[in-house]
């Protein structure tokens, strides 16, 4: 019986972010114990092999990801109070130097709790930072889990610089959440020998809504008679997510039975950019067609009622979950042909592509889908088998635990199912790096498809 082995977990946001949704499916047990409508009553996301890891999670914010911990009862540490830590604007001189004090009473817990530990896990940008310091202060081996594409397009050079070194010089092991981010590692200047590619987990069963139940909520929201065509857009508000590109192209097609709802809020201090979405679609003349839903916790029910799923970030995504969610859903998607795109979904087969960041190919797109149901048939239903057997939940979080218990026991041979090589969404670089084993080396074949596979 080999020993449990001890995961410390780093996350400083105390929001909902798809980072935090993908790290509380990596420690899910296997029940939930909430009123969780994301991923309920769903055992089998976790296997005999992650059962051998301890994680517990060490916050630097409280917010809605500490409640969503305690709900999964899963262990968690808050090492401070200030909601927005490390993020306050405008600057303040007083206020920062209490933080200060409090900062070094919260890295003196976060050390001990390294110490505690085997494994640091850093799964933010400044989760990395801390987990750097931590690690130089124990010597645990340090992984990154990467859910951002460091490109100028979302990080300045100071900052690219100060991840990528931290990650060249502290971390064992970086997993990138998809090819795109990968690239963009390596192009940043990343070890590109370093980086294991596992594609977020989900648990598909979590996506068969009952009709009645869509329905009812339809009828809800208001959606209930007439010829309403419905798109959906779930993501957080921020600029780059693009939700205005979405509006300028429903204005253009000046058609009153598209209907569109935003399911999603601000995580991080965009809220400026919600105002002015507001007000464009005063200003458009769209108040009849489009809601604001703010953040759901049902997202599987609110795909089941959309008739397309429309994703317009205007940078490249790094992954972007609610792709593969409205895939998981049976939803027709259109996406732009950049970042994590053309990895998820194949262009008329699984999906939409179009033009990044061009209103007249979302719109074109829009309509091509709207008036032709037997496409959007075709393409959610290959996207349902696509997802189902490229994403799984169990296979996200074998790869992970495989990847950990590689590196906590390098000499170790990986059963072939802990292999992240047995899943098709997981793949590993070169292999030259230590700790590579042959079973994970065998998933290099899977990274070099085309990246559009499966
Ligand atoms: N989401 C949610 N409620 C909302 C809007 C979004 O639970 O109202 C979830 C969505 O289902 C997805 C996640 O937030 O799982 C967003 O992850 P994604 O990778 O798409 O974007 P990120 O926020 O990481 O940039």
Redesign the pocket.
């Known amino acids: 019986m080999q020993a449990v082995m001890k995961v410390l977990f780093l996350d400083q946001s105390g929001e909902?972010?798809?980072?935090e949704?993908c790290l509380l499916d990596i420690l899910r047990p296997g029940q939930d114990q909430n009123q969780d409508q994301?991923q309920d009553q769903n055992p089998g996301s976790r296997s005999p092999e992650t059962e051998r890891f301890r994680g517990k999670v060490a916050l630097f914010s409280p917010g809605p990801f500490k409640t969503r911990l305690a709900q999964a009862q899963i262990d968690h540490q808050l090492l401070s109070e200030h909601p927005r830590y490390l993020r306050d604007r405008p600057f303040c001189f007083s206020r920062r130097l209490g933080e200060l004090a409090s900062l070094s009473q919260s890295l003196g817990d976060l050390i001990q709790l390294a110490r505690d530990s085997d494994l640091i896990y850093a799964n933010t940008p400044k989760a990395l930072v801390l987990g750097a310091i931590a690690h130089l202060m124990t010597h645990r081996p340090l992984v990154y889990h990467l859910?951002d594409i460091l490109s100028p397009q979302h990080f300045g050079w100071l900052n690219r610089s100060l991840l990528v070194g931290l990650a060249n010089q502290c971390v064992t092991r970086v997993i990138a959440n998809s090819q795109a981010t990968q690239q963009a590692f390596v192009a940043a200047g990343g070890e590109s020998a370093k980086t294991s590619v596992i594609y977020?987990g989900f648990l598909p069963e979590r996506f068969h809504i009952n009709p009645a139940q869509t329905q009812a909520l339809r009828l809800e929201l208001g959606y209930g008679g007439g010829d309403r065509f419905l798109i959906g857009c779930?993501?957080?508000f921020?600029p780059w997510?693009g939700q205005h590109l979405l509006l300028e192209a429903l204005a253009s097609l000046k058609n009153p039975n598209l209907h569109l709802f935003f399911?999603?809020?601000a995580?991080f201090g965009e809220e400026n950019y919600v105002l002015q979405l507001r007000q464009q679609v005063q200003q458009l003349g769209l108040t009849a067609q489009v809601q604001f839903?703010?953040?759901?916790?049902d997202?599987p029910e609110l795909l089941s009622i959309c008739d397309l799923l429309v994703?317009s970030p205007v940078a490249p995504?790094?992954?972007?979950?609610?792709?593969v969610?409205a895939m998981l859903a049976a939803k027709p998607i259109i996406a732009p042909a950049e970042g994590s795109g053309p990895e998820l979904l194949r262009h008329d087969q699984t999906g939409w592509l179009i033009a990044p960041r061009d209103v007249q190919s979302l719109a074109l797109a829009i309509q091509q889908l709207q008036a032709d149901p037997s496409l959007r048939q075709r393409l959610g239903q290959a996207a349902a088998a696509a997802a189902q057997q490229r994403f799984h939940l169990q296979e996200t979080n074998r790869a992970i635990y495989a990847l950990l218990k590689q590196i906590l026991q390098p000499e170790t041979e990986m059963t072939p199912q802990a292999s992240p090589g047995v899943a098709p969404h997981a793949s590993t670089s070169s292999g030259t790096s230590s700790g590579t084993s042959s079973a994970t080396s065998s998933a290099t074949s899977s990274a070099n498809r085309p990246a559009n596979g499966s």
């Open positions: 909902l972010g798809g980072a949704l994301n859910h977020n779930c993501s957080r921020a997510k399911a999603g809020e995580l839903l703010g953040f759901r916790q997202i994703h995504e790094p992954f972007g979950r609610v792709i969610e």
